[in-house]
């Protein structure tokens, strides 16, 4: 009553105190110009330099900017999943290993732990859709880089080989003579094709070139997730209402999720055409010598992210929504403050944020190590680091090469096995985020139940791993110059190089080595598949007991590739692990709550640029390389060609298996550790902003506090008047 008095009397007032009786009758729009010049509308209009044209600035919303990051991610998620899909194609084309692979895998990992740190705390306080526009660009780089080494190199010798093989028997068709003569490049008992050592054909060094521009090619793509998975989320995060981020992350996870699956599919079409689109080779795609045009996704992909890098560089720096929503958070501290009898008026809270604003730390090294002490002592945040690093481990060394394990296991081609497993993404993702991020947004569980969810599934994914070491098919029995199994002796004489070219006897179940090792002297590479006759080894459908010679007259037939598998466990290995990666999606958006609001809004970039350090430092990075060091020890059959070892053709189905699930199972069980200290420590965790107001107060206090006291010691006066 006495202030009401004070005021009737019209004694002199401080000018916090010129507020009006109820706050929420003030337009936002009023507020909005106390709190903000003309520097800061400037900052929310689209568009580059003096390209600012008033029908852009429409598209500065958003749902635009979602749509865009989108469009984004799914160009850029395709290129990861793409280069997983031809990986064992540009094995066999470039004569590598799987650790050699591994090693050109984790270029993008080299870059973003050297520049990950830097790019994302700086790129945070700068223009953060230009930086994230200069990362796509970066990848699209990347795109045109991967397919170079086609053009260099060509298509190979073996492919040309196979291709000439089917030219000339075309062009000699009807002749008698051509069923013998027109597979001069063919395995055939006492025939064989003369190696080719020269620039294109040794394999070994000839091919150093290949992987440097691989490794560079990954190398640069790794810029692009500094900047882009980092500042991209929190430019989001910081322009829309924390309860809406669930629904505005499952859609942004749902969407991306396309560009993994996209990158399946597109890796599946390209190798369904041969390497080089003018030949066509008598092969099937189940071949295991079938070459896919593993080159072309790469320009595709790389003239999307283009587009997409040059459609962010027209984002503002913050979009317009963000200034009315601290105009309304300014409203609400003042209305608030007065149901409580305070007499701090609207001009007060809106000085108080404005001075806030430009009292934040600037992107200085002393102001790093002061960020990164802040991080390293939020036991939260590090217990999350510590599981999703080892969890990283686990499961990229798995999915580097799980195509590859399709392709080797279940005998599927290429192509189908990238089929399959964007399948299985994209049915398990989606379906999986959109629960989840459902949940989140209108259920909103507590901290404890969601990081006790997270426990959850993390021993869910180590069960998935175990069961699955048990699904397969029974290893191959091949007749030829492999361990465990006989030389026959009808073809001991014919001289058979150790070349790979398995080949499938008549009774449809007998495996040989090669068309040699099956004895057979003539070839129809005009058939296709290919058609080895006059094989000594096989007779009458059957294959002799005994390998022995026989009557010419009785000597069968075989055809290129492998036997019909009689396996039928492919359907149960793709529907359990379907079934758990759905579970396993419901706690995507979840977890990346728990990642932004364990670390304050001015640390969320360099938490997320951290993660990322670790994540590739401790994951990606030595994932492939180990896990394609320990897959290699499962080879069987590796290619010699002038005297160098390339690719393994043939593995240890047995041994495959269980290396390629129990490392995965071992490194997630012991990420578990991670999710209990995030469990114990998730009480007080504010996951919907329903503290957001008390919290962005606090800090403005604290923030400006701070100010005052450095501008006294350093003699500049009070840095507010409170």
């Not at 890098?309 to 609400?332: M, N, Q």
């Amino acid at each position: 009553m006495d202030r009401k008095d004070n005021r009737l009397d019209g004694g002199p007032q401080p000018e916090v105190n010129r507020s009006p009786p109820d706050a929420q009758d003030e337009d936002p729009e009023e507020v909005s110009a106390l709190l903000h010049g003309e520097g800061d509308l400037q900052d929310t209009r689209c568009g580059i330099g003096p390209f600012k044209p008033k029908w852009l600035q429409a598209f500065a919303r958003t749902e635009v900017y979602l749509i865009v990051y989108c469009i984004a991610g799914i160009a850029h998620g395709m290129f990861f999943t793409y280069t997983v899909s031809v990986i064992s194609t540009i094995e066999k084309r470039f004569k590598l290993t799987s650790k050699q692979t591994g090693v050109i895998l984790t270029g993008n990992d080299i870059s973003q732990v050297m520049l990950s740190l830097f790019l994302s705390y700086y790129g945070n306080y700068g223009h953060r859709p230009r930086w994230m526009a200069v990362g796509v660009m970066c990848a699209a780089g990347s795109g045109f880089g991967a397919a170079l080494p086609h053009f260099l190199y060509g298509p190979g010798e073996d492919a040309l080989a196979l291709a000439r093989d089917a030219s000339s028997s075309s062009s000699l068709e009807g002749d008698n003579r051509t069923e013998t003569h027109a597979a001069g490049e063919q395995e055939l008992c006492f025939s064989h094709p003369e190696e080719n050592c020269g620039e294109d054909g040794g394999g070994g060094g000839a091919y150093m070139g290949a992987i440097i521009l691989f490794f560079c090619s990954q190398f640069f793509v790794g810029i692009a997730v500094s900047i882009f998975y980092s500042i991209g989320v929190t430019y989001l995060d910081d322009n829309i209402n924390k309860k809406a981020y669930p629904v505005y992350c499952a859609l942004s996870f749902m969407l991306r999720i396309l560009g993994p699956v996209l990158g399946f599919f597109v890796g599946g079409k390209c190798l369904s055409t041969w390497i080089d689109p003018k030949e066509v080779p008598a092969l099937t795609t189940k071949d295991p010598r079938w070459l896919g045009a593993w080159w072309i996704g790469y320009l595709f992909i790389g003239s999307s992210l283009i587009f997409s890098g040059s459609l962010l560089s027209l984002f503002p720096r913050k979009l317009p929504v963000t200034l009315r929503r601290e105009a309304k958070r300014v409203l609400r501290q003042t209305e608030k403050d007065r149901k409580e009898g305070g007499d701090r008026g609207l001009q007060y809270f809106a000085s108080l944020a404005k001075q806030s604003k430009e009292a934040q730390e600037r992107p200085t090294l002393p102001n790093l190590k002061k960020a990164l002490k802040r991080l390293f002592t939020n036991k939260i945040w590090v217990g999350n680091l510590f599981n999703t690093s080892v969890f990283v481990l686990a499961s990229s060394g798995y999915w580097s090469f799980k195509p590859k394990y399709l392709e080797n296991q279940f005998r599927k081609s290429s192509t189908e096995a990238n089929y399959f497993t964007g399948i299985i993404s994209l049915v398990s993702l989606v379906v999986g985020t959109s629960i989840g991020g459902t949940v989140l947004r209108w259920a909103q569980p507590g901290p404890r139940f969601v990081t006790g969810y997270n426990i959850f599934i993390t021993l869910l994914i180590v069960c998935c791993y175990i069961t699955l070491m048990f699904i397969g098919c029974p290893k191959l029995q091949i007749v030829g110059p492999v361990e465990g199994s006989p030389i026959p002796a009808c073809s001991s004489t014919c001289g058979c190089s150790a070349k790979y070219s398995p080949v499938c006897s008549e009774d449809q179940t007998t495996l040989f080595y090669s068309p040699c090792y099956a004895g057979c002297t003539v070839a129809n590479a005009s058939a296709s598949p290919i058609t080895y006759t006059n094989c000594r080894c096989v007779t009458n459908s059957t294959m002799q007991d005994d390998y022995a010679p026989q009557n010419t007259t009785a000597f069968g037939t075989v055809t290129s590739g492998y036997c019909p598998e009689p396996c039928s466990t492919f359907f149960y290995y793709i529907l359990l692990e379907c079934i758990v990666k759905t579970v396993a999606s419901t706690g995507r958006v979840g977890n990346s709550l728990i990642n932004l609001r364990s670390v304050s809004d001015e640390d969320k970039g360099l938490a997320l640029g951290l993660l990322t350090v670790f994540t590739s430092l401790f994951g990606f990075s030595p994932g492939p390389v180990i896990m394609g060091a320990i897959i290699d020890s499962a080879c069987l059959v590796w290619d010699t060609s002038c005297g160098k070892t390339g690719n393994c053709w043939l593995y240890d189905s047995d041994k495959f298996r269980t290396i390629i699930h129990l490392v995965p199972a071992v490194l997630v069980l012991v990420s578990v550790l991670g999710d209990f200290v995030v469990f114990h420590y998730s009480r007080r965790m504010d996951l919907y902003g329903d503290r957001e107001d008390q919290i962005q107060l606090e800090r403005a206090r604290r923030v400006v506090g701070e100010s005052a006291v450095v501008c006294k010691s350093q003699n500049l006066g009070p840095a507010v008047d409170t």
